[in-house]
């Protein structure tokens, strides 16, 4: 890329987020000047998300989605937030005292930095990478390039035949999208997902300290969960998950301090931060469905009342439709189907279409379902649950059961004020509800009938209980002196299990990580001690932090552009290579068949390296679904409608010699130019002269 147009995307970029943060930065102070600590950092964090997915899913509605259109939104969010009128006074809030015994420090900050560490000399290696996995390249990024080459959100962008990810909520993919339109390039799309990665963390410490842990216990139980492979992996390959479970997290924090304190506004944040969750996945609107299940049934067993709680009630889904409701819309109008493919049965009646033969009819297994069958339990899914939730997993699931027990007794005596007790269960209730739909949920026994082989791809599904049920575990152990150094040791064996666990690093990467977080540890300690100093320093002196930060994100951020130029699609087998080297715009890419998972998926390569070919999967959609063509005179003639300059074929998985698709297209005249044994790539014929 060019340095000019570098620049020209830089300009766009710092512009839209600083009009985004001015916005985020005048509501929390003027509505939520209350809060401190981790519950300030995640309101501001929360609402800066709200405003930059505003500014990018109102232009996608209105189908006028540019730069410029996406910059004018962030500055006129800018400006209505200056009319946000300042919220009356409010004592501090309460807050869980915490006496932290030196040991315990010590314990926490080993089990933080060497998480911390860990993580960072992962990402050393991954930074300037193309993303390779296969969800993020089979559709979320693609999904992205089809928004910027629309400028609308609706329609439904399904480029590989019977999946339904077309329809899946798309909060995560929206703030994807702010890194790549600027420049229609691909190379920050990793980076958007770390932020995210740290804010779920500190979701966790802050829920803990909501149960009143110690902090040195909330810490080193948050690390242990940090490292779990079933949740950090998919952070540092780029897929939105984190996304959903720091806003899932934050909203059962503010839920939590809402019963605490009674602020409205503290309400309304908890709606938000859910609403953000059930527009990312699908499995953040069961997790929201369980938590909104346990409040209301807890809020009746306080006897809040029936008003009360449908008042509230009210708000929070107000809230939720508000910041994910988007994607349920479109789905509705283009397929009739809010949360299409599932089915529904109303007194025997399904009042919404829905198709069959999806890869969920043909995989979608559930783990309940096998329960009457321990051998395909003890064969498949329980080995995944060991790999990918190791340690941690069993040591939260225990402190899950150690606290609900600690707290049943006081349940009884619960009454009309808010306690402790109170909380525990709601939030271990909800844990509890979480993993029960996330058992009876097709495809949570992934694979074929009575072989779930990829069961394990599922278990992120079961994640935000596991958070929920770390913070509850930090309550629990930090509860006793007798026990809390003890379990904090735990938690830090479980961080040492989850690194462990991971993929390896160099020695020479680890200590860089560890060095990176120690000093950013250092810093942040500096800035805590010195916070009224650094207050009272004049305007003339941040402006020239100011100036010095985006100089310093401008370079770093053009050195990291010109690496992941070196390690693009260009580098990948032949036909994707092809496409890249020889036709990266301009084209029509048309893609048949089904590719192996064992290499790098072809869709999002296929746009080209500045996402400027037309891609699309050729094959007929029937009641809502792709599907391939059976019938060579239909796929002829809808390559022939298409236009298409190159078809790229997948040859089956697992990959045959030469497909039917193959032998349609060579009777058309396209010539192969390129093949491996998973793809193929045809070249159109030549037009005919005039």
Partial sequence: MPLPQYVAGLGFFLGTTAGVAVAAWLTLRRRYGHLAGSPRVLAGALLFTLGALAVHVIPLVLGVLTRGTVLAAAGVLAVVATRIPVGRPEPPARRPRSHDRRESVAIAALAATGAVGFELARLRGLIAQQPTDIDVLNFHLPGVARWIQSGSLWQIDQLFPYFVTGYYPNNGDTLVLGAVLPWRLAAFARLVELPFFALAALAVYALARELRAPRSTAVAFAAAVSVVPALSDYALDGLPDVVMLFAFVTGVVFALRYEREGRRSELVLAGAALGVAVGTKWYGVTSAVALLACWGALALVARRGIKRVARDGA????????????????????????????????????????????????????????????????????????????????????????????????????????????????????????????????????????????????????????????????????????????????????????????????????????????????????????????????????????????????????????????????????????????????????????????????????????????????????????????????????????????????????????????????????????????????????????
Avoid at 564 to 572: M, N, P, S, Y
């Fill in 315 to 690: 708000i929070v889904v107000g809230a939720i439709a508000a910041a994910g409701g988007v994607w349920m819309l479109r789905n509705v109008v283009e397929s009739g189907n809010p949360l299409f493919p599932q089915r529904f049965s109303i007194l025997g009646l399904q009042p919404f279409p829905s198709p069959r033969h999806s890869i969920l009819d043909r995989v979608g297994y559930t783990i309940v379902g096998y329960l009457g069958k321990p051998s395909v339990i003890d064969h498949y899914v329980l080995p995944g649950f060991r790999t990918r939730l190791g340690v941690s997993g069993a040591v939260v699931a225990v402190g899950l059961v150690a606290a609900l027990a600690a707290s049943a007794p006081a349940l009884r005596r619960a009454g009309r004020r808010p306690t402790r007790e109170l909380a525990v269960w709601g939030v271990g209730l909800t844990a509890l509800g979480i993993a029960l739909l996330y058992a009876a949920t097709p495809g949570s026994a992934f694979g074929a009938k009575n072989m779930p082989v990829q069961a394990d791809t599922t278990l992120r599904w079961l994640i935000p209980a596991l958070l929920l049920a770390a913070a509850l575990s930090a309550a629990w152990a930090g509860a006793s002196p007798r026990r809390r150094v003890p379990a904090e040791l735990v938690a830090l064996a479980a961080v040492v299990d989850g690194i462990h666990r991971g993929p390896p690093v160099s020695g020479a990467s680890l200590l860089a990580g560890v060095a990176v977080a120690l000093a950013a540890g250092a810093l942040g300690w500096l800035a805590l001690r010195g916070r009224g100093r650094l207050a009272a320093m004049g305007w003339p002196i941040w402006a020239a932090v100011g100036v010095a930060a985006v100089l310093v994100v401008g370079a770093a951020g053009r050195l990291d552009q010109q690496r992941f130029a070196r390690h693009t699609c260009g580098a990948a087998e032949p036909p994707i290579a092809w496409i890249d080297q020889h036709a990266g715009a301009g084209h029509r890419v048309g893609l048949v068949g089904v590719w192996s998972v064992n290499g790098l998926s072809p869709v999002f390569c296929s746009f080209g390296p500045r996402l400027r070919n037309r891609v699309a999967y050729i094959g007929p959609v029937t009641a809502g679904l792709l599907r391939q063509y059976t019938r060579r005179l239909n796929f002829q003639a809808a390559v022939r409608r298409g236009r298409w300059d190159l078809v790229l074929v997948g040859r089956g998985q697992p990959p045959l010699p030469r497909t039917r698709e193959e032998r349609w297209l060579s009777r058309l005249g396209f010539v192969a130019v390129s093949a491996t044994r998973r793809l193929a790539l045809y070249r159109a014929p030549p037009s005919p002269g005039p």
